[in-house]
DNA sequence: TTTACTGCAAAGGGTTTGCATGAGG
DNA sequence: CCTCATGCAAACCCTTTGCAGTAAA
């Protein structure tokens, strides 16, 4: 998504395009790694030195209910997807890393259909986390039990 | 489960099996509302009504590295788990009711396989939200849109 | 008896709010 | 030009921590 397609949805929405705005929506949105409000922050912060964490929040609140982003509360802080499309988070338990899986997304929107057909439950969005450990971390732990302190 | 199986399962882990533990641990394994730390705290209050929210996290804290239960994080806060199964969670973003669908468990599951099988992430356990309207306030919105103020 | 848990109070830290200045449309 | 967004600081509130007394095993 790029500038101009980002400009046209926050305009539908009636709110300003500031270039702020722009670059915390591109910091979201040109990402796969499920960003935190701080990292965020300090990639846009290269760009604008006088920016405020009140400014992250209140624009990534705006992108939300701009229908552009989604927050992804975990335990210590949220995270945001850019993603909004039916697919499966994987979440590392040891690394705290978090990326979309390359398979599962017809099946979570087989469930999606199946949600919406057979319960009285109307669907507006989902997530899907699957906790656990990413190959690297995997792998340590593999050799951890192999050879044990 | 009943206390029996709450203490043998406490014991397994070596932790202190306390009325205190014991009241929590029931209070969230007993319910189908994914209560908070507030509802859980009001629920056992009357019980033990010296008890404060430290003990409640506290407990919280060993009850899910015992693996009786599952943090969910939510923007304002956290709220728990008991049903550990693949199933899929039903989040009404007008009322805030969490519920667990009647449907999809079969589906989730068959996802938690895919996800094991097809890619080299080694699934712990998962979390699956759907957000929207409950039947509820459906209606509720529904009657609004027909009528407008 | 030993060790870990409870209860109390204080601190921590991510998020929100209020307000004056400044920029978008 | 009017309204809304930004930036700064302070407040908020959920959660965590430290410690003395107390109960589990």
Redesign the interface.
Known sequence: MNQQEITAQLREWGVRVTPQRLAIAEAVINSTDHPSVQQIFERVRDHFPSMTLATIYSTLDVLERSGLIQ?L???QY?RYESNLEPH?N?VC?KCGNVTD????QE??A???S??SS??????????????????TC?AARERENLSPV
Request: charged share 15%.
């Open positions: 927050e509360p975990f335990p949220s499966v994987l338990v899986a390359t398979v599962g099946m979570v087989r469930l999606k199946q949600i057979e319960s009285s439950f109307q669907v507006a969005w989902q997530r899907v986390d699957f906790h656990g450990w990413c190959s995997a």
